[in-house]
């Protein structure tokens, strides 16, 4: 039987199931009615988790363990003099056994019996249980190495896909977002955290992931001066056992976390921030794997978040690089070329001019020309703009034209809207009016002696078929062509 018994503690490698295999195979080798594991917390004084075997659930609740006693001799399972098989008003029963588990020279926990049916444990009894307790503590720590190994690695696996997600291409909140998500899951935590530097030098939470309701964590903030920011800026982890009473904890938020990790964000002696791991008030504290795992990964997550960050600044630039190159070559050979057929053919028709004909032709193909030279100073001037998110309302399409052109003009235009314009102006008409104003714009470029442009909107407005329509209006303080007064385009459209 016993041999039987040590082969079946060696069979799992899962560590909670090897547990309640031990004092189940305890129990029924020496007999006893009871059984217990009290697994101790190697940190702290006193019990870190429980197995039992004949027990009911109140008697669970109420046991006592005293593991200091000397094995072998009889130790007190519930309070002194009585045992779990005792009943509440029934003579005690003081026939109990204890045997410490040991993992190499660590004391795992403690394996007790009571209330054998035939009478009290004998020294074979004690003896069986002492060579179960030493089988026990091999697989153990066998379970022990998987269970770090699988832990281990989770955590990797998890680094390496916020890496990935990371340097496919994210906006920074879902950066952020990424690295609490996956961290809170990997921890077992109840919230993952991201807090950022605020100029007023505390730290902000700015991303939250939580299996709850997150309401009320986002925005708050970590005064200056706190005992933990000062550690976290100077790029050390905090550990914290029960966050509602450590003194250290000021923020408002801290009543409903128990144990947390608070660790830095930082690559390269940069610090972006701090990922903070809390768990529910009476959760089971984090273990020394999980600090050093987790500071690891907050290490990676640091170190893809700066790498992700330098590839969008990559893009960004190549963009920019590309339509510069773009513009350029439009405005080197293209405009150039277009503007000497233009010159070519103005000469020609002056020379044409008493052929009435022949005049009227080449000024249409001037015209021609110069529109088509309009539209592609447009487009340079359009290039020419960095690239942002399209507004989906017309008036802030409208500002965002007039806003790129300040660049270019060295003074942002004046923009009036009268009328609900935003409800009235379509994607078509809209689409032509803005058009016409980018034409309007890069033409006020080009003339001498601009230093203030006006734009209005106006919506609705009768048109002179009339139909209800949107007017767009363009002047500008520079001398015409012609007459040599200001110049002002006017544009309109049905909507």
Do not use: C
Request: glycine letters at 10%; aromatic letters at 4%.
């Amino acid at each position: 039987m016993l041999l039987e018994a040590v082969l079946n503690v060696g069979s799992d490698l899962e560590l909670g199931s090897t547990l309640q295999q031990i004092v189940d195979t305890a129990a029924a080798l020496t007999g006893a009615r009871h059984g217990a594991l009290g697994v101790l917390d190697p940190d702290r004084d006193r019990i870190e988790g429980l197995y039992t075997a004949g027990m009911t659930e109140a008697e669970r609740r109420h046991l006592d363990l005293f593991p200091d006693e000397p094995a072998g001799r009889p130790a007190t399972l519930t309070r002194p003099g009585r045992s779990p098989d005792s009943p509440s008003d029934g003579p005690p029963v003081r026939s109990f056994l204890r045997a410490p588990i040991r993992v190499q020279t660590e004391v795992f926990g403690h394996l007790y019996l009571a209330g054998k049916p035939s009478g009290p444990f004998t020294d074979t009894d004690l003896a069986l249980l002492r060579v179960l307790a030493a089988q026990a503590g091999i697989a153990i720590g066998n379970a022990r190495l998987y269970e770090t190994a699988r832990q281990r690695e989770r955590w990797i696996a998890g680094a390496a896909a916020v890496t990935t997600a990371l340097l496919t291409g994210t906006d920074a909140a879902d950066a952020l977002m990424t690295v609490a998500e996956r961290a809170r899951a990997l921890a077992g935590a109840s919230a993952g955290v991201i807090l950022q530097p605020t100029e007023e030098g505390g730290m902000e939470i700015v991303t939250a992931s939580t299996q709850d309701d997150p309401a009320g964590i986002v925005g708050t903030v970590i005064e200056p001066g706190s005992a933990v920011l000062v550690q976290l800026l100077g790029g050390e982890p905090v550990f914290i056992d029960d966050s509602a009473t450590d003194p250290r904890m000021t923020t408002a938020v801290r009543s409903r976390f128990g144990p947390s990790m608070m660790l830095p964000l930082q690559s390269g002696g940069r610090l972006i921030g701090t990922l903070a791991l809390p768990r529910r008030r009476g959760e089971r504290p984090y273990t020394d794997l999980d600090r050093l795992l987790a500071t690891q990964f907050a290490s990676q997550a640091a170190l893809a978040l700066v790498l992700a960050d330098a590839q969008a600044d990559r893009e960004q630039l190549a963009v920019y690089e590309d339509r510069d190159r773009i513009a350029r070559d439009l405005h080197d050979l293209v405009v150039q070329r277009l503007f000497a057929t233009e010159m070519m053919l103005e000469s020609t028709r002056r020379r044409a001019a008493s052929e009435a004909e022949a005049g009227e032709l080449l000024g249409r193909a001037v015209d021609e020309l110069d529109s088509t030279i309009q539209e592609v100073r447009t487009a340079i001037f359009a290039l020419q703009q960095p690239p942002a998110e399209a507004p989906s309302t017309f008036r802030g399409r409208v500002l965002r034209e007039t806003g790129g052109a300040a660049a270019l003009l060295g003074f942002p235009p004046s923009v009036h809207f009268t009328g609900a314009v935003d409800a009235l102006v379509g994607a078509e008409p809209g689409k032509e009016l803005l058009a016409a104003l980018r034409g309007a714009l890069a033409a006020a470029h080009r003339r001498p002696g601009v230093s203030a442009i006006e734009v209005e909107v106006e919506a609705p407005v009768r048109l002179p078929d009339g139909r209800s329509g949107v007017r767009l209006v363009v002047a500008d303080d520079g001398r015409g062509d012609d007459d040599g007064r200001p110049t002002t385009v006017t544009w309109q459209a049905p909507i």
